[in-house]
């Protein structure tokens, strides 16, 4: 089994930063995806960025140059680096790591993360 556990949520003002943590333990494979998804309130989790185990990344419009996807292989550790932040990107993010395509795929509780105007 595996467990992902998130951290660095909280609540900014706009224009603000964050950074997100993300630790997975347990039977972990070494080649694998790690990413960043969010969801607000009424509307489907949506991508906001993956990173692959040779740290190729991949963003949504809406976050490219503002937010930074990087990983620690050695810890199994994802972060999400969130600069410029706008009340838009209040959301639930979650962390996922998946493998083998998405044959493996796991899930963090989840952090809220809140931008005031």
């Known amino acids: 089994q595996v467990q992902l556990v998130e951290s660095g949520g909280g609540l900014v003002q706009a224009g603000g930063s964050l950074r997100l943590s993300c630790a997975a333990s347990g039977t972990v494979f070494s080649i694998n995806v790690m990413g960043w998804y969010r969801q607000a309130p009424g509307k489907q989790r949506e991508l906001v960025a993956t990173i692959t185990h040779y740290s190729s990344a991949n963003y949504a419009d809406s976050v490219k140059g503002r937010f930074t996807i990087s990983r620690d292989n050695a810890k199994n550790t994802v972060y999400l680096q969130m600069n410029s932040l706008k009340p838009e990107d209040t959301a639930v993010y979650y962390c996922?790591?998946?493998?083998?395509?998405?044959?493996?795929?796991?899930w963090g509780q989840g952090t809220q993360v809140t931008v005031s105007s």
């Open positions: 996922n790591i998946r493998w083998n395509g998405n044959q493996y795929s796991y």
